[in-house]
């Protein structure tokens, strides 16, 4: 990498490593270090071969959504992100948005890094599926499919959210899913 | 509210309350990118491993017994430095190794979201000193003594492979394989050579389109590899061993090349895990097996090993300073550092004192390696080829591969 490509990507990471920083986190179920980590390493390898690169940003969007997925694989990877505190699903039920929130947070930590990697992929990416496919690299009945067994499976972790499915069938409470 | 809308919620909760990435990032990046260069040169390093062997023992194709090619190319032990090459185009070579050939990627796209890495290979001429283009060939692995080369075609994973004689450039023998072949590496006595099997196009990349931009971005398939597993083979007898599987392991590279250990009874390759450098061993079943005592400290990613008597192991980069890298010299038995010698990345030994190594040049910012051979207990380079640094063609790029001249 000569001078003039590393102050492109010295540019890049000066603008974008925040944004991006946001979705390493999320991908990590919250996790902060663990979040740094897995940017970390994408922007390594986007630095690898930067000159080839058209477009960085999708570039190392890319890396990190597969890398996460590829961590989850990895036997010394954690399965499951730990939270200081496991969720108390026997709680009294609290109504308020904020609760709630609380309570997906800890429950989101909890999901495969692919469940989480889809919803990220679908709820704040706001990616359409079949882009989500793509990114992925399975087929958009995958990802519906994953997507449905996230939501189940959250609900099944934080049963404070059974009050919002009242009038939602839940047809599958499958587990985890895993990949081999 | 129903359920997506709570994740989305608590998904830019969560966006919302990070702070800024902090300041330095980029450098952090640059800085650990320059430490882990050797990962994508591990199949050059560690192909030169293979192919550094003791010039006694080399097994010779019959065409070699008429080989009239002048003395001192070849056999000689000087040092022949070309400071301002790079790429090379005349011999470089110190002590007991020479580089014998170098190669370059490309980018092929091939099919929609496919493309593969293709290589081009330079092959030292040995009776003009000078490295010729040979388009031939995928993969080069050169024979201890600079004579035969082990040659894949251009199509990937091959079903033979060639002996090259590198003073005519003709193939002398082709051994048909029974699995696809991605990948060679000489035993370090010469007298075998190691093919990995693969299923796929070892090199190959994938593409993401980004429907906003209409843009791809390449990348090597993450989380599976394409290797099968190895056969065995004599190049003298051309015979085959039987091949043997190896487990799809996720730990490995897409591709992942085995080598030899230095007596040639295991076989490893790199592995991907938690800190850089891990080696996993097999034996010549395909069966896991410990690392030998003496290859347990070493790093797959530091191309040099052993020293030729064995009593010394090439480490990684230990320390930088302004201008100047050092490289950790072990006992290979303790794994305890003994001394430290110039280099970023210790490629291959010269002797058992001196080592050729990719070094930083002097006076530039950024990370511009340049050949050099360096010496147990000294401080003073000296310096084989021009600076590696990025251009407009994919020449800057070039890997070496050295053997035992």
Redesign the interface.
């Known amino acids: 990498m000569d001078g003039e490509a590393q102050a492109g990507f010295r540019e890049f990471v000066e603008n974008r490593s925040s944004a991006l920083l946001r979705t390493a986190v999320l991908l990590s179920g919250g996790d902060r270090h663990a979040g740094e980590d897995l940017l970390q390493n994408a922007l390594i390898k986007a630095a690898g071969r930067w000159h080839r690169i058209d477009e960085p940003e999708a570039y190392v969007r890319q890396i990190l959504y597969r890398q996460q997925i590829s961590r989850w694989r990895l036997k010394w990877w954690r399965r499951e992100v730990s939270v200081a505190e496991p969720p108390d699903t026997g709680a009294v039920y609290d109504d308020s948005a904020a609760e709630l929130r609380l309570v997906m947070r800890g429950a989101l930590a909890r999901l495969t890094a692919r469940q989480r990697t889809v919803l990220v992929l679908r709820y704040f990416e706001d990616l359409p599926e079949a882009e989500v496919a793509a990114i992925l690299g399975c087929s958009v009945g995958t990802v519906r499919s994953t997507t449905h067994r996230s939501l189940a499976r959250l609900r099944a972790l934080a049963p404070e959210l059974a009050a919002l499915t009242a009038v939602e069938r839940v047809p599958d409470f499958s587990p985890v899913e895993v990949r081999p | 509210?129903?359920?997506?809308e709570?994740?989305?919620?608590?998904?830019?909760?969560?966006?919302?309350a990070?702070s800024?990435?902090g300041p330095g990032?980029?450098?952090?990046?640059?800085a650990?990118?320059r430490r882990?260069r050797g990962r994508?040169i591990a199949a050059a390093a560690a192909a030169t491993v293979a192919v550094v062997a003791l010039a006694v023992a080399v097994p010779q194709l019959e065409s070699a017994k008429d080989d009239v090619r002048p003395a001192g190319l070849l056999d000689g032990s000087g040092t022949s430095a070309h400071p301002d090459q790079s790429p090379p185009r005349e011999l470089i070579a110190a002590g007991e190794v020479a580089l014998a050939a170098y190669y370059t990627t490309e980018?092929q796209e091939r099919i929609g979201e496919h493309a593969v890495d293709l290589r081009t290979y330079w092959l030292l001429d040995p009776e003009s000193g000078r490295y010729e283009k040979d388009t031939r060939w995928s993969f080069v692995a050169v024979s201890p003594g600079l004579r035969t080369a082990a040659v894949l075609e251009r199509t990937l994973p091959a079903k033979r492979i060639g002996l090259l004689d590198l003073a005519t450039g003709e193939v002398e023998r082709w051994i048909p394989v029974r699995h696809g072949v991605g990948g060679l590496a000489y035993s370090y006595d010469g007298t075998k050579l190691l093919a990995t099997t693969y299923d796929e196009h070892p090199d190959l990349r994938?593409g993401?389109?980004?429907?906003?931009?209409g843009?791809?971005?390449?990348?090597e398939p993450?989380?599976r590899t394409a290797r099968t597993g190895f056969t065995v083979l004599d190049p003298t007898q051309g015979t085959e061993d039987p091949w043997r599987g190896l487990p799809s392991d996720?730990?490995a590279n897409f591709r992942s090349d085995l080598q030899f250990s230095r007596d040639g009874r295991l076989v490893y390759s790199k592995i991907?895990?938690?800190r850089d450098g891990m080696q996993k061993f097999y034996d010549l079943t395909g069966a896991a097996v410990a690392a030998p005592a003496e290859e347990r400290h070493l790093r797959s990613d530091v191309g040099a090993r052993l020293s030729p008597d064995g009593t010394l192991a090439a480490l990684g980069l230990t320390k930088e300073v302004p201008d100047k890298s050092y490289s950790s010299i072990r006992d290979p038995r303790t794994g305890e550092e003994i001394t430290r010698v110039r280099g970023a990345e210790l490629i291959a030994w010269a002797d058992d004192r001196r080592l050729i190594a990719w070094e930083r040049s002097a006076g530039k910012?950024?990370?511009e390696p340049r050949l050099a051979l360096v010496t147990l207990g000294s401080d003073t380079v000296q310096w084989l080829s021009g600076p590696r640094?990025?251009?407009d063609s994919v020449e800057w790029d070039w890997e070496p591969v050295f053997a035992r001249r």
């Not at chain 2, 509210?1 to 997506?4: D, I, K, L, W």
């Not at chain 2, 709570?6 to 919302?16: F, I, K, N, P, S």
């Not at chain 2, 993401?208 to 931009?213: L, R, S």
């Not at chain 2, 843009?215 to 990348?219: D, E, M, P, R, Y």
């Open positions: 509210m129903n359920v997506e709570l994740v989305r919620d608590a998904l830019r909760e969560t966006a919302e990070q800024p990435a990032l980029a450098d952090r990046v640059l650990v990118r882990r994508r980018l994938e993401t389109y980004n429907a906003k931009t843009g791809i971005g390449w990348h993450v989380g996720r730990n991907v895990g938690s910012e950024a990370y640094t990025q251009g």
